[in-house]
């Protein structure tokens, strides 16, 4: 077994946890991406996948995916959420997948079922930091995503309308967007979740009626167009707005 | 090893599923557990679970939660859904467990993550068949559960916290609720999945406001009250409703 099986011996072969990383750079939704590299001896190219890796012996899943993503990207103190599990008996079903496994684990044959976790992040305020496998990490646009190990590219996809599902309910944009931010971008952020075009008058006057941005003075500077005004949320007005819409919806 | 050993080769020894099935009897919200028996030798009690197993080999998590359930139940063709995996590394805390364990499992010492699955049902609909290791499956009152093995509590209590989440967004309760039934019943139902009193003229005022609620001609009959009136519900008239909500919400 050699080196291999001293840290190999505390990792549980059957589990692992996956880390879905949202962010956003102002005009495009992206996911938090590393290159895992190839098995030693193949042809050297990227080969991309989610961080994420097998729990450990004496940790919990939450404190597992906490690791793991701070081993492969650097990333620390990040909200994680679980939103659920994959298991499907063929999710190693690629010769390059398997390949890599045999140069890395210990039991590179088992069956692994994964746990998922995903969260939101302010792009500009982390920086990465690729460590252990990962050879690089990077920020990659949710729909011109690169072939995935694995069933990661699943993974991304039930991680997305998990996020789209929160969205009706939750401000979850304004965890995504810089603290100030202008109208579109945020209707840039929302158009990214749900997939679709949003109409820009009428996204302005919905969300402006809702009352819970705050325009500030400032102005874009040095912008090829118009510079737009800047917002901020306000959370208590949301807060309230929310509580407003829980008694008017099915909850009596 | 022996005859064990032939059923056993075929389980993952560190991946279960456990069902949480909530139903409802008109009056209280319920919980479908199983008595489990204990390790031969022990004083012959009542041993309180989930229905839950490892999963096997050659299925998928789903198709786990389906076999499982039917197995230990009887129940079957019942939607499931997940609703979160649980991992700590303590979840096999108890001697009394550990023992069970020892004699059905081949690797009883092993860490098992469970991955946990909800469902809502019409109590009155479905049989209950125990078998395999269950000896007996009954419903339980949610808020006078008995001790359970594992972290089973946690996860009935993880259970019911989706379901009070749901229950804002979704008609979950006529789910719960016989075709037709009284607006004490439904009253009855929110408490107790909100777990809180609710005004009876408020509650009255608001679901009959709401309009998608049919008032049928029939009445309760043999009841040692007033016999109160039969509604059901009228899904189409929810949905257009619900549109509504979430044009008014914060979907943009």
Chains 1, 2 share one sequence.
């Not at 939450?62 to 620390?76: C, I, P, S, W, Y």
């Not at 659920?84 to 684990?105: A, H, M, T, V, Y």
């Not at 969205?167 to 944009?173: H, T, V």
């Amino acid at each position: 077994m050699g080196l291999k099986s001293v840290s190999e011996t505390k990792l549980n072969p059957n589990v692992s946890v996956d880390c879905v990383i949202f962010g956003f750079d102002s005009e495009k939704l992206k996911v938090l991406l590393i290159d895992r590299g190839q098995e030693p001896g193949a042809e050297s190219e990227k080969v991309y996948a989610l961080p994420g890796n097998l729990i450990k012996t004496d940790e919990n899943l939450d404190q597992a995916a906490d690791r793991v993503l701070k081993e492969l990207t650097g990333l620390k103190n990040i909200y994680l959420e679980q939103f659920g599990s994959f298991g499907n008996p063929d999710r190693l079903n690629k010769e390059s997948d398997l390949q890599w496994l045999k140069s890395i684990r210990a039991e590179p044959d088992a069956r692994v079922i994964t746990v998922a976790y995903y969260s939101l992040i302010k792009i500009d305020q982390y920086e990465l930091h690729a460590s252990s496998f990962a050879k690089e990490a990077f920020w990659y646009d949710i729909d011109d995503l690169p072939t995935l190990g694995f069933d990661h590219l699943e993974i991304i996809e039930a991680g997305l309308k998990e996020l789209k599902f929160k969205s009706k309910y939750e401000p979850l944009g304004f965890e995504l967007l810089p603290e100030k931010f202008t109208l579109s971008q945020l209707k840039h952020l929302y158009e990214a979740i749900l997939g679709t075009d949003l109409d820009k008058r009428n996204f302005r006057r919905k969300i402006l009626k809702k009352d819970f941005l705050i325009p500030l003075e400032e102005k874009q500077i040095g912008v090829p167009h118009k510079p737009a005004q800047y917002f901020v949320f306000n959370k208590k007005k949301y807060e309230d707005y929310r509580q407003n819409v829980d008694d008017f919806y099915f909850q009596l």
